[in-house]
């Protein structure tokens, strides 16, 4: 059962509007979670992370939103780049160093 | 700097051979960790390391041998591949309690 879900495989949106990528966990232990970028036949990049003392982290076009009571979490890219086409995965920890769970990923594709 | 590296990229097995996957990381990074990446399942712990001479099992440790005889080295063996673990994989680092840094990957068919 897996315990971090992307619901979307995948999702599509114009260039220049907001991409949203969406998280969910089963684990309420989770405290710590981040996002990974990968392109094809490349390893996963770090995006950005939160900690759960906090319900919104930003940086730059990336800003990652936590709703603890609802156990979600998710991605805003503002605007969206027909670069930010990629496979973006959620992950968690529970407790800061601890090792990561990933979801299965989500593949977004920015139109022109 | 070279950043994590991974050898080789590709590999096709027979089922029942074996082979050896090399993790490197010029980083003098202490953690490192092998994933594998199966469509819909996305990246699961196979065996980590938490510094020279320590290994710990993941997830997912099943039909998999670690080693990290040297810090900036990690190995993964199969000792007798099946297809099961026809899979992409890869390996990552990290200096302490943060994010990790990926190598570009190994993709394996069992055949």
């Known amino acids: 059962d897996q315990q971090v879900k992307q619901n979307s495989p995948s999702l599509s949106v114009q260039e220049g509007r907001i991409s949203i990528l969406n998280c969910d966990y089963t684990?309420?232990?989770?405290?710590?979670f981040l996002w990974y970028k990968k392109y094809p036949a490349e390893g996963p990049t770090f995006l950005i992370s939160?900690?759960?003392?906090?319900d919104k982290n930003e940086d730059g076009r990336f800003t990652v939103f936590l709703n603890k009571s609802a156990k979600h979490l998710s991605l805003h890219i503002v605007p969206s780049q027909p670069g930010d086409s990629a496979v973006y995965f959620c992950?968690?920890?529970?407790?800061?160093?601890?090792?990561?769970?990933f979801g299965p990923g989500t593949r977004l594709s920015v139109l022109p | 700097n070279a950043g994590v590296t991974q050898t080789p990229k590709f590999r096709v097995l027979k089922t029942g051979q074996s082979m050896t996957l090399l993790c490197a990381q010029d980083?003098?990074?202490?953690?490192m960790y092998w994933y594998r990446q199966d469509p819909g399942m996305g990246l699961r712990l196979i065996h980590y390391?938490?510094?020279?001479?320590?290994?710990a099992k993941g997830e997912v440790p099943d039909g998999y041998n670690v080693s990290r005889l040297k810090k900036q080295n990690f190995l993964l063996g199969l000792e007798s591949a099946a297809p099961s673990q026809t899979s992409v994989y890869f390996c990552?680092?990290?200096?302490?309690?943060?994010?990790?840094?990926f190598g570009p990957g190994t993709r394996l068919t069992v055949l």
């Open positions: 992950a968690a920890s529970e407790g800061y160093g601890q090792n990561f769970v």
């Open positions: 684990n309420s232990m989770f405290d710590y």
């Open positions: 980083m003098n990074h202490e953690y």
């Open positions: 939160i900690s759960s003392i906090k």
């Open positions: 990552a680092s990290k200096p302490r309690p943060n994010e990790q840094f």
């Open positions: 390391s938490v510094g020279e001479g320590t290994t």
